[in-house]
């Protein structure tokens, strides 16, 4: 993996599950609302249209009771590869990729900002946020 460019915040977590598995659990918007977002946060889809253009809209519901609404659009998929999309407010660019490794996947999260300020502005929040999702994720693939 070469490392992230100056605008760019990049995290990656091994996963001990099969790539099909790991994929469907961003794809399933039922999969999703469980364990998508940091901790302490839940969220309410009002779309997911999981194409290409496709729309996502929802709310993040903070464990503060404050609701953050978000709005993404998905500009490609690659099956079982990869999801690229564009977060609207922050502005940023969201390439997760799912590669096999050893028995299970590598995840990876490239966030790319439109400048290297707005990219250190939000990074003590992402880095974090972003841990929080894979930890939420790896619970919600190990769980029964």
């Excluded at 918007?29 to 496709?54: A, C, M, R, V, Y």
């Excluded at 400048?115 to 502005?121: G, K, R, Y």
Aim: charged share 20%; with cysteine.
């Amino acid at each position: 993996m070469s490392p992230p460019a100056e605008n760019e915040i990049l995290s990656s977590r091994y996963l001990a599950h099969p790539r099909q598995r790991v994929f469907e659990a961003f794809s399933d918007p039922q999969q999703l609302t469980i364990w998508f977002g940091p901790k302490g946060f839940t969220s309410t889809f009002e779309t997911f249209d999981f194409t290409p253009g496709g729309e996502w809209r929802f709310l993040f519901h903070g464990p503060n009771g404050t609701d953050y609404p978000n709005y993404i659009r998905f500009a490609e998929i690659a099956l079982l590869e990869s999801i690229v999309y564009d977060h609207v407010m922050p502005h940023f660019r969201m390439t997760m990729t799912f590669t096999d490794e050893n028995e299970g996947t590598r995840v990876t999260w490239c966030m790319a900002f439109e400048s290297i300020q707005h990219c250190e502005a939000l990074r003590s929040v992402c880095v974090p946020a972003n841990e929080e999702n894979f930890d939420r994720l790896e619970a919600h693939l190990s769980a029964p």
